[in-house]
């Protein structure tokens, strides 16, 4: 939908993007400035102001000080929310950035800088801005990197965070209807240069959505393939419980260990197998899910052309894959030995620190 085409979001509309979040007490809203967020930001306070009651809303802005002119973007986002009467909060971070992978750092802190603010203000709900367009970039960005079936069904409307839930209720919402929105409303917003930086992969890939626009490939048919790949991603998930449910041999679940029938196993549809193979490493591990390729190439050793080998041992992700007697047993993998005088630890990404300052309201 072009821009000069595209209608602002109605009074009517807004009530069912933000629906499910109306009995709350209170909701964190990340609010960067940009168009998506201040839109985000204007929809909620005017749906609130609507129904003349609904949750406390707590507009949260991550200043990540990567460039200048930030600290006064912040401040400007704190005018705004105190216009629709929605309380500011600002958070920095602060100490020194990464020099590659400057992104994904920057995304990951504002994601922990959200999360310790909603604790601090007794909420549990964070909304974000995320938009259809948004939705397509991740299908193709995760398609150039060779994700599978779950990284193709894109982002979802709801998903956990630590202990909290991330809603992104414009996740269906074209970006030009956002920004009719604004324009209509004569509300301003920040143009975040970086989003043009061509050194960022998403960048490159914004810059060709209008030539895949022309050949069809447009953000509505990308968001629609998200779905479907959804649907089809919460089938095979059930269809791998229940299939490991039944591989288990009898009191084989222990947290350490995990016993299947290797005949059984073998004549999984490869696709429920990888699935099964990758649950049981998730579950007894000390690394988290295994990266797919990784996967993929461990299935075809355990299961070559449709049958269990007889005999095998691999790790993976911390844990042990043996195949012996007619059985695929997966285990806890022993401590990696480490030269003497040095200490090895497994420090989970999610526990690095973080330095960061906080400021009271606004």
């Not at 964070?126 to 960005?141: K, P, S, W, Y």
């Not at 299961?303 to 041992?313: D, L």
Request: net charge positive.
């Amino acid at each position: 939908m072009p821009a000069a085409e595209a209608a602002p979001v109605s009074a009517r509309e807004a009530a069912r993007l933000f629906a499910d979040i109306g009995a709350l007490a209170s909701v964190i809203l990340a609010v960067s400035g940009g168009p998506d967020s201040t839109a985000l930001l204007l929809l909620a306070a005017r749906w609130r102001a609507a129904r003349k009651r609904g949750p406390r809303l707590v507009a949260v802005t991550v200043d990540h000080g990567l460039r200048p002119g930030s600290a006064r973007e912040a401040a400007m986002v704190k005018r705004l929310a105190a216009d629709f009467h929605v309380e500011h909060r600002t958070v920095r971070w602060t100490g020194r950035k990464p020099d590659t992978g400057l992104q994904e750092a920057a995304r990951e802190v504002r994601y922990r800088l959200l999360v310790a603010t909603a604790r601090r203000e007794r909420a549990r709900h964070i909304l974000t801005g995320h938009t259809r367009d948004d939705q397509a970039e991740t299908v193709l960005f995760r398609l150039a990197r060779g994700s599978g079936l779950s990284g193709l069904a894109g982002i979802a409307r709801t998903s956990a965070l630590d202990d909290m839930t991330l809603i992104r209720p414009l996740l269906d919402i074209p970006k030009a209807r956002l920004l009719a929105t604004l324009k209509a409303a004569k509300i301003p917003f920040i143009d975040d240069p970086s989003n043009q930086d061509p050194r960022f992969a998403r960048t490159r890939i914004r810059q060709l959505a209008p030539a895949l626009a022309r050949e069809g490939l447009d953000a509505a048919r990308l968001a629609a393939l998200a779905r479907r790949f959804g649907r089809a991603e919460q089938a095979l998930a059930r269809a791998t419980e229940q299939a490991l449910a039944h591989l288990c041999r009898k009191g084989s679940t222990e947290p350490r260990e995990i016993v299947m029938g290797g005949r059984e196993f073998a004549e999984l549809p490869a696709e429920i197998a990888l699935r099964v193979l990758g649950r049981a490493i998730a579950q007894v591990g000390r690394e988290g899910p295994v990266e797919l390729g990784k996967l993929e190439r461990l299935l075809a050793a355990v299961h070559p052309s449709g049958a269990t080998r007889s005999r095998m041992r691999r790790t993976l992700a911390g844990a042990m894959i043996t195949v012996d007697a007619g059985k695929i047993v997966v285990e806890r993998a022993p401590p990696r030995r480490t030269p003497a005088g040095k200490m090895h630890s497994v420090r989970p990404r999610q526990g690095k620190p973080v330095k960061a300052s906080f400021t009271g309201p606004g």
